[in-house]
């Protein structure tokens, strides 16, 4: 089917809905008028018809760009128009932002790149001579946005994410290997970009791009803490304002003490111990908003110093921030003697380089956790309801925060919940049946008709009410890899190798 075709197909399937026919300022009361079911359809009728206007003003903005190069001077397309590059041109004539326009450039380039690019020598339409042209790793993301699989913010996202490949020493360009793996990881992550928001499929590449070049990932971080800084000034009214620029572990450390201390008012784990719940209750009651509680905890940190027990100002729950680390991956060094592992914090699964793992290591020792196959470790049966503190270490090793479609709860908010229920299908409190839920979604599970089955050691599948096809969940750890490889495991050289599947916790 053409793209016209395409888009006529759309337009009338959404004109099949009579009640839309109305003059346009009374369209919110005709869609306030359809049943559920018709205005889901409506929306997502819209969200593709959105996609295929999207796909043709980003192949336009590739083209605008490419018409509008230095080279051509005056004659360029935007400067002929009068203005100053293509995209103050297209900002003209879309009325969005700047930064809306320069990424619509960079796509569009990215179209343009990938739909020029052909295996062998071939006549490109248009050109007067023949040429082969190497196809670039970040092909299948044009091709997506081409076949409206995802926008141009996820198309960026993962773009900008993965970055570059790297260049080896005295090389010119990446290795085919290297261009090969970027373009695998890409495709994995075109795979996650349906069940994602934008902001974490970009925090996700970044991951992928530490684990596929754990020297680059040493670089950037030693970038990133050459750039730390505090800043405090006064605004235009006087007001004392602080600006903070951090590095992944001191970002980390200053999340962790946040999330100690305020994780009652945001959905934090449900069953806790009496002194647990009754200082979440006093927190639940007091007046002051999350953004003033955060202020008052940094503040009595900076005041109380070393001379403050942890519990005068974290009640019972001290701050820490544990990082996961493949065992066998820690022993790998380059010819500095430098950690050639990528270690990730627990929540959130951030990447660390082995820099930092290894100082951790060394100053604070580690736990290791050893779990099979499919990352499961730990059972108690029915000797007791909740899980351990140990296996509820475990599960976050295995699960890596709220195993929810499209949720990106940490793990420390998470609840642990029995696939087979302990009341009503005696269920046992083991590994292999508990799955973390942040509590939004364990209530939702409970109260709405969901469930999550497991057969024998394969994946938890998740179970919509009603017809609604089923889903499998899958684990939101960063170093997952280990027991489910992305890259084939004949891929020698992308990951330092595994040959099992430990992991370390370095707390």
């Not at 990215?110 to 248009?126: N, T």
């Not at 190497?134 to 081409?146: F, I, K, S, T």
Request: overall charge negative; some cysteine.
């Amino acid at each position: 089917m053409t793209f016209l075709s395409d888009l006529r197909a759309l337009v009338e399937s959404l004109a099949e809905v009579s009640e839309l026919d109305v003059d346009v300022a009374e369209l919110p009361l005709a869609l306030d008028g359809l049943s559920d079911e018709v205005v889901a359809q409506v929306m997502e009728g819209a969200a593709a018809i959105r996609r295929c206007n999207d796909v043709l003003a980003l192949a336009s903005a590739g083209v605008v760009a490419r018409r509008s190069t230095r080279d051509r001077g005056q004659t360029g397309m935007a400067t002929s128009r009068g203005h100053r590059s293509p995209a103050a041109l297209i900002q003209a004539v879309t009325g969005g932002s700047a930064a809306e326009a320069k990424r619509a450039i960079q796509v569009g380039e990215a179209l343009l790149e990938g739909g020029c690019s052909v295996s062998g020598p071939e006549m490109l339409e248009g050109a007067s001579v023949v040429e082969a042209v190497a196809v670039p790793w970040h092909e299948p993301l044009g091709r997506a946005v081409l076949r409206r699989e995802i926008s141009a913010e996820q198309h960026d996202a993962i773009r900008r994410g993965l970055g570059e490949p790297p260049v080896d020493d005295g090389a010119e360009s990446a290795s085919d290997e290297a261009r090969e793996a970027w373009t695998i990881a890409a495709e994995q992550l075109l795979a996650e970009a349906a069940t994602l928001p934008v902001e974490e499929l970009r925090r996700l590449a970044r991951i992928v791009r530490d684990q596929l070049d754990p020297t680059g990932a040493e670089k950037r971080f030693a970038q990133q803490f050459e750039g730390r800084s505090f800043q405090m000034y006064l605004d235009a009214d006087g007001v004392p304002r602080g600006r903070f620029v951090f590095e992944q572990e001191g970002a980390a450390w200053l999340r962790a003490i946040k999330d100690s201390a305020l994780r009652p008012r945001r959905g934090g784990p449900r069953f806790v111990g009496a002194g647990e719940q009754a200082a979440a209750d006093d927190l639940q009651r007091d007046p002051r908003t999350n953004e003033q509680l955060e202020y008052d905890l940094l503040m009595d940190l900076l005041r109380a110093g070393a001379l403050a027990s942890a519990e005068d100002v974290f009640g019972a729950r001290q701050p820490g921030v544990r990082m996961i680390v493949v065992k066998d991956a820690v022993g790998v060094r380059d010819a500095l003697g430098r950690m050639l592992a990528i270690g990730h914090t627990e929540d959130r699964g951030d990447a660390l380089p082995g820099g930092v793992i290894d100082r951790n290591i060394c100053a604070n020792g580690t736990r290791e956790v050893t779990v099979d196959a499919c990352g499961n470790p730990l059972d108690v049966g029915r000797e007791q309801r909740l899980f351990t503190a140990r296996q509820r270490i475990a599960l976050a090793a295995r699960d890596g925060g709220c195993t929810w479609p499209g949720c990106c709860v940490p793990a420390s908010y998470c609840e642990a919940h029995h696939c087979n229920h302990w009341h009503e299908h005696l269920g046992r409190t083991d590994i292999d049946e508990g799955v973390l839920l942040c509590r939004f979604h364990h209530l939702l599970l409970h109260n709405q008709g969901w469930r999550i089955t497991r057969d024998g050691q394969a994946a938890f599948i998740l179970h919509p009410p009603g017809d609604r096809p089923p889903v499998t969940l899958k684990s939101k750890a960063a170093w997952a890899w280990a027991w489910d490889p992305p890259p084939p495991p004949d891929r020698a050289g992308w990951r330092v190798g595994v040959t099992k599947t430990d992991v370390e916790l370095v707390t």
